[in-house]
């Protein structure tokens, strides 16, 4: 009978080779520390251009908002506290700009929903160089605002445009007519056609994000049960693009609101101030009057406008998530 040979102990490493707990503790802090560092000096350049351009001008502008303040050097200025913000609230004019920014809102995001989502429907088909056709649909949006609104300008001149000359030829009208120059309504629609030929291809592209990601084997079982084209939309696409919907909702609300670039280049806030919106009327209160106070007022009323709106998107945003979840 033989016995087994006795288990050998594990090699251990020489005590010269050895790293005491409390030393290798040290090395990790050290090291983490020298990371730290690393990454406060990469990103202090761009916390700097952040206070620089964003909270010290938000910042300076709050003050500004409390004092009388008419003149673009410093000085010193009378403390008037909350009056510019009630006076600002009891201009007609505030009024005025809310309802045109208002209906901007409204009618140029909901043409861009309905619009991009049946363009989305065309992007998503099986067609041949689809790649080209997404790539001619993009070049709207690829424009910048400025040059979007300087080329309908130059469409809808009234003495040399291609809307009149195009119109004329086709006998739609008898002559040429001004759609930027005497009707405050009809420019402001103006307006509003140059936005959603812009951004329609831009939610067309989100809501397609979101056509992707919907099982095919859906319309399948569809088509089995005798569900025409219609029937799949309502019961399948539209119910499973609902999030999709609400996050598009949520960034074109937030932008039109905002809309000021393409009122400046169209119609500079004419005619008889028919297209001015809150954002442009802002701009006419701080740089025009040189009402530094009032334009820092009413622009503070906008972030706080914007922020409602954010929230309650956002809450209707979860909401929609937790129903298709």
Do not use: C
């Amino acid at each position: 009978m033989t016995t087994a040979p006795p288990a050998r102990p594990a090699p251990t490493a020489p005590a010269s080779r050895r790293v005491p707990p409390a030393r290798r503790w040290s090395f990790a802090r050290r090291a983490g520390s020298g990371q730290t560092r690393l990454a406060l000096l990469l990103l202090l350049p761009a916390a700097l251009v952040v206070f620089g351009v964003v909270l010290y001008p938000a910042g300076r502008a709050l003050v500004i908002s409390f004092y009388d303040v008419d003149s673009p050097f410093p000085g010193r200025y009378p403390f008037v506290g909350l009056r510019n913000y009630t006076e600002i609230l009891a201009d007609d004019r505030l009024w005025a700009a809310v309802g045109h920014t208002a209906y901007f809102t409204l009618v140029s995001t909901g043409l861009e929903l309905v619009l991009g989502l049946g363009l989305a429907q065309l992007l998503a088909a099986p067609l041949r160089l689809r790649w080209l056709f997404r790539a001619i649909v993009i070049l709207p949006w690829a424009l910048p605002t400025i040059v979007n609104g300087a080329m309908w300008r130059w469409i809808l001149n009234a003495q040399y445009g291609v809307a009149n000359a195009l119109l004329t030829e086709l006998h739609l009208q008898g002559d040429y007519r001004s759609w930027l120059g005497n009707d405050p309504f009809l420019a402001l629609n103006m307006v509003v056609v140059a936005d959603v030929w812009k951004n329609t291809s831009l939610v067309a592209f989100f809501l397609l994000a979101g056509l992707q990601t919907i099982p095919r084997g859906l319309y399948e079982a569809a088509r089995v049960d005798g569900a025409g084209p219609m029937r799949s939309f309502f019961r399948i696409t539209l119910p499973l693009l609902v999030p999709h919907i609400a996050l598009v909702l949520v960034l074109r609300t937030i932008e039109a609101f905002k809309v000021f670039d393409i009122v400046y280049v169209m119609t500079g806030g004419g005619p008889a101030s028919g297209t001015q919106t809150i954002t442009f009327f802002t701009y006419l209160q701080a740089f025009s009057a040189q009402r530094f106070s009032s334009g820092a007022s009413l622009a503070y009323l906008t972030v706080v406008a914007i922020l409602v709106l954010a929230l309650i998107y956002l809450r209707l945003l979860r909401q929609s998530e937790l129903r298709s979840s």
